[in-house]
C-alpha cells in the first residue's frame, strides 16, 4: 500500500521554467511533510518540509505548497536551472512514528 | 564533522555469499535506518534503530539482519547473499524526535550474481 502517491514519476522543464512535483496521502496523521533532493550518486538531502498549519513555505526557488483539506502537497522549483536536475522525493511522517513515508521519487532533468 | 559514512561503497557478491555494511555517524544521532533503493521503487526501509541496542523491522527485512551495539554504529548484515538484493543501500541518521530529517550516508552499491 503506498501511503503517500508522488507523480509524475519523471518530468523534463526547460531552463528558466518552473518545475512541480506533486504528492497525495491518505494518513490524516501525518504531521510533517518533507522533501529530500537526490543527486546521481548520491544520498537524499534534506531540501524543505512543511507543517499542515502552513499553506506554503518558501525557500529561495523552492516553495511548498500545502492543501490539507485535498490532502496533497508540492513541490515548485522556480526559475529551473541544470543543477536543479536530480531525484526529488517526498516524504510524511505520522505523529509519533519513528518513520518517515517517502514517495517513490520524480526524476526531473533540466534542460539548458 | 563527516556525517554518516558508509562501507564499502561498492561490492559484488555471488549468490550464497554473506557480507556486511557498515554505518557510522558523527553527529550524536539517536535514531539509524537502513534503506534499499531499486529504480522505480523509492527508498524502502529494511531495519530501523531508535537507540543503542535496539532494532525494529522495517517494509521489507527478510533476508538482512541488523545490530546497533554502539550508538554511532548501525551494520546491515546478508547471511546469504540473493540476487533480488542487489540495489544501492543506504544508511541514515536523525535526531530523537525530528526523525523526519534524516541524514543520509553516500550509500553501498551492490550487485549479487
Known amino acids: 500500500q503506498q501511503q503517500v502517491k508522488q507523480s509524475p514519476q519523471s518530468l523534463i522543464v526547460q531552463k528558466g521554467g518552473i518545475s512541480i512535483i506533486n504528492c497525495a496521502y491518505e494518513n490524516t496523521a501525518f504531521d510533517y511533510f518533507p522533501w529530500y533532493q537526490q543527486f546521481p550518486g548520491k544520498g537524499p538531502a534534506l531540501l524543505i518540509a512543511?507543517?499542515?498549519?502552513?499553506s506554503e513555505k518558501k525557500e529561495g526557488r523552492f516553495t511548498i505548497s500545502f492543501n490539507k483539506s485535498a490532502k496533497q502537497f508540492s513541490l515548485h522549483i522556480m526559475d529551473s536551472q541544470p543543477g536543479d536536475s536530480a531525484t526529488y522525493f517526498c516524504?510524511?511522517?505520522?505523529?509519533?512514528?519513528?518513520?518517515?513515508?517517502f514517495g517513490r521519487g520524480t526524476s526531473l532533468i533540466v534542460h539548458p | 564533522n563527516a556525517g554518516v559514512t558508509q562501507t564499502p561503497k561498492f561490492r559484488v557478491l555471488k549468490t550464497g555469499q554473506s557480507m556486511t555494511l557498515l554505518c557510522a555517524q558523527d553527529m550524536n544521532h539517536e535514531y539509524m535506518y537502513w534503506y534499499r533503493q531499486d529504480p522505480g521503487m523509492g527508498l524502502r526501509l529494511i531495519h530501523y534503530?531508535?537507540?543503542?541496542?535496539?532494532?525494529a523491522k522495517g517494509e521489507v527485512p527478510d533476508g538482512y539482519n541488523v545490530s546497533r551495539l554502539k550508538k554511532q554504529n548501525f551494520l546491515l548484515g546478508l547471511e546469504s547473499a540473493a540476487p533480488s538484493q542487489t540495489s544501492v543501500y543506504f544508511c541514515a541518521s536523525s535526531r530523537s524526535g525530528r526523525p523526519y530529517e534524516q541524514y543520509f550516508g553516500p550509500g553501498t552499491r551492490l550487485t549479487v550474481t
Open positions: 512543511i507543517r499542515p498549519d502552513v
Open positions: 516524504a510524511a511522517r505520522a505523529g509519533g512514528s519513528y518513520i518517515p513515508t
Open positions: 534503530s531508535v537507540g543503542e541496542g535496539t532494532t
